[in-house]
């Protein structure tokens, strides 16, 4: 392999996979354009996600472990309360009566405290079972990457995951699952399909507050008086789907907002079979036609509101609004306008193929020219960082903690419009990723040798500066971390 061929086969491994790991550079080969639009034509689910719960089953295990918490807090509290009254003397005569007002009330604190005490040892000794469950996705996620030939596929899971994201801050037990049955399953499909299928998903319905979203004139709107919210529609528009200032306006807002109501989740404790799917909920829905984006909807049912998700994934804003945010991913902060206007052009032809988009950005000259300048984001780097090495398998919690002290934790962005794509938002991070790059030098500085990771993993791809302060390092831990540290691990 010449040496521009060896530059452009890990610039690709970088620049749109994961980085390189040993015989990557056999799988990508003299044709790294070919190599990456051969990889999204093989199969993206996950071996072993059969093990894993759905994301209703995981919902419904949490909330039975809750109820049990409940259940013996309460029972706790009350055995306590027995207890203390049966240990209480009672008092006769004036003397009992006088010192029982000068000391009731700070015998009853203590009897209080007490109880509580002991409701909480009883909860806290049911398991709370979304953590492992977190840990579990979390592992088969991690693993999927390290494991990939080059990773391109992989890459699109996780751009897709952070475009449509929901925050295991607010629903833990169903943030993996919802990416699994959502978000990978239709990463290479239509887009509409995409969108249809993280906006029905209860872990989206739960994030973004929609489950108890009802129309002033619904049933439930009339007899609780409650109201409309309006956070959903607004993201879907704004973030998801059109893109912000792009034509649509606050009425616009409130009519989408009125067409989601009813979209709602089975509660567990209603149904034990059934609990945590999705559900319609007519009580909670606004009657009527609405108007959204000039056109007029009449379906009095879910499919009110899937028919204005279809009518968005076709709008030509959101063709753009995508095409910009996958090239700002994959190449430059500020993406090259042509490529950018390729993407959104193959998006309307296509009808929102998104396979057919990602060939369309790979195959472009403009996706290509530019050096490799762009920040790694965290995940990635730290992804990145792992595959030199071959390893393969991860301790769930020792990743996870990396990536949150990076400031990147994993499904837990600080906001509905996921985690930013630009290097202005992570570079003043970079002194936790030299703490992170020599805890992890010093675990692997007895298997790991950074010659071998120049020469074989990256054919010698490598700053001539890199080779020259990593060949004259105090210590082969030191060596890894400066590495690790250099541009060509940072930046794609």
Sequence with gaps: MSNSAKAEAVLALHRFGMGPRPGSLAAVGTDPRGALIAELDRPLALSAAASLPTS?????????????????????????????????????????????????????????DAAEIAAKQAADAVPDPGRPIYLQEAKLRSEAALAADIGFAERLVWFWSNHFCVSANRIQSMSGAYEREAVRANALGRFVDLLLAVEGHPAMLFYLDNLGSMGANSIAGINRSSGLNENFAREIMELHTLGVRTGYTQDDVIGFANVLTGWTLVPPGADPQHGGEFTFNPRLHEPGGQTVLGKRYEQEDAEQGRAVLRDLAAHPATATHVATKLARHFVADEPPPALVEQMAKTFRDTEGDLKQVAISMVSSDDAWRGPPSKLKRPGEWVVGMVRATGITTVDPVRFTGGQELLGEALWRPSAPKGDPDDEASWVDGIGRRLDVANNFAERITGTADPQVIIEDVFASEIAPEVKQAVGRAESRQQALALLFMSADFQRR
Excluded: I, L
């Design 56 to 112: 209703a089953k995981a919902y419904r295990t949490v909330a039975d472990a809750n109820a049990r918490r409940a259940a013996r807090a309460k029972q706790a509290q009350q055995q306590a309360k027995k207890q203390q009254m049966a240990a209480t003397p009672v008092a006769a005569g004036e003397q009992g009566q006088a010192q029982a007002q000068t000391e009731g009330a700070p015998a009853q604190g203590q009897e209080k």
